[in-house]
């Protein structure tokens, strides 16, 4: 089910350094955290169903669009195991190209809601089947309440192996090769251009609706660079310039490979002393430590980092978003600028005030 063409494809590498080593390092290095940090959340304490906390309460109609989202989740993820994994490993003996696309995707659930690194930033909704999270347990991490996150593994996290990623990576590469078919004097940096502004199009409508719909926030944000600031649903611009720069590298990435189907990040595995399935293993944590770089340092570190810097907080932000993580129902005050930052190590970062800057108490 490949969709290279001639076209399109890079001549193989010869001689030097494989560059098919680096990336399988840093991909067995991230296989190896999450392994670690999937390990440690399902037989830790925290694997268990976030509440849904008042007085606020989710309307019938958020949990019909949640299971509507968990279904298609779930059937469009057996479509790309069946159709890039299952299906060419029984016809070929071997897993395809695009099958470890496939699974290296998988190993990107762990970044999901990364962007609470330093400070809470985006929200997930209880109403879908959740489990808590395992965020607190990455190194490094400094935001409290972690454990409080609702991660949907059903929702979210079968996802960037099919409609989240997946399916987006082989449309722009099809669109990219449709352009270049048309347009042959387009240089590459027209081409990339070209999907990207597609791409970040794309984004602002699927997360538009994901966000006035309430399954998930970004909470935290510089308002002076966000769409309808102030309201739940406030949508940073840096999160679509950004998302959309993933997906359009994404894209490139499986657009531009060599004359034997091999991204960049594999190029070299042939050189390597191994068996066939061997080199496979090794393409695929090659595939699992490019796709999750783009995702790192493409968007989960400038967002945290936007979070770190946020305004406060949407009023009409319902509780049952908040939860634990902050707020009222939480032992910690949600991002303000006067606020100290809260760690997890910290017991809260509420202050108070003194009387004489409240001013004196009043009756009624």
């Not at 099958?99 to 909704?125: D, E, H, K």
């Not at 009409?316 to 939860?323: A, E, M, R």
Request: net charge positive.
């Amino acid at each position: 089910m490949s969709m290279n063409a001639q076209s399109t494809l890079l001549p193989r590498s010869t001689g030097g350094f494989a560059p098919v080593t680096l990336w399988a390092a840093i991909g067995a290095t991230l296989v190896v955290l999450s392994i670690y940090l999937f390990g440690s959340w399902v037989f830790g304490p925290n694997f268990k169903s976030v509440p849904i906390l008042g007085p606020d309460v989710p309307p019938a109609w958020m949990f019909v669009v949640a299971r509507i989202i968990e279904t298609s989740t779930i059937v469009l993820f057996a479509v790309a195991m069946y159709g890039y994994v299952i299906k060419p490993w029984r016809r070929d003996g071997e897993i395809s190209s695009d099958g470890l696309m496939v699974l290296a995707l998988i190993t990107l659930y762990w970044q999901n809601a990364a962007i609470n690194w330093f400070a809470p930033t985006g929200l997930l909704s209880p109403v879908f089947t959740n489990f808590g999270s395992w965020y607190g347990n990455i190194p490094g991490w400094v935001s409290p309440n972690a454990q409080y996150i609702p991660e949907a593994p059903i929702a979210w996290g079968l996802s960037y192996a099919c409609w989240f990623v997946f399916f987006p990576m082989l449309a722009g590469a099809r669109v990219m090769r449709w352009i270049q078919a048309r347009r042959p004097d387009w240089n590459s940096a027209r081409l990339f251009l070209a999907v990207y502004i597609g791409f970040m199009l794309l984004d602002l409508v699927l997360e538009g609706f994901f966000l006035r719909t309430g399954m998930y926030v970004y909470a935290g944000a510089v308002q002076s660079l966000t769409l309808w600031a102030g309201e739940y649903y406030q949508f940073p611009i840096y999160e679509f310039l950004l998302w959309g720069f993933c997906w359009a590298v994404y894209a490139s990435i499986y657009f531009w490979r060599d004359d034997h189907g091999l991204t960049f990040a594999e190029r070299g595995v042939e050189k390597l002393n191994l068996s066939r399935a061997g080199k496979k293993f090794v393409r695929f944590l090659a595939l699992a430590g490019v796709f999750n770089m783009v995702f790192f340092i493409g968007d989960t570190v400038p967002v945290a980092f936007g979070g770190l810097h946020s305004d406060p907080f949407p009023k009409n932000i319902p509780s049952y978003l908040l939860g634990k993580v902050c707020g009222p129902n939480a032992d910690y005050d949600c991002t303000r600028p006067e606020l100290p930052l809260a760690t997890k190590t910290s017991r809260t970062n509420r202050v108070t005030i003194p009387a004489e800057v409240a001013g004196p108490a009043t009756n009624h």
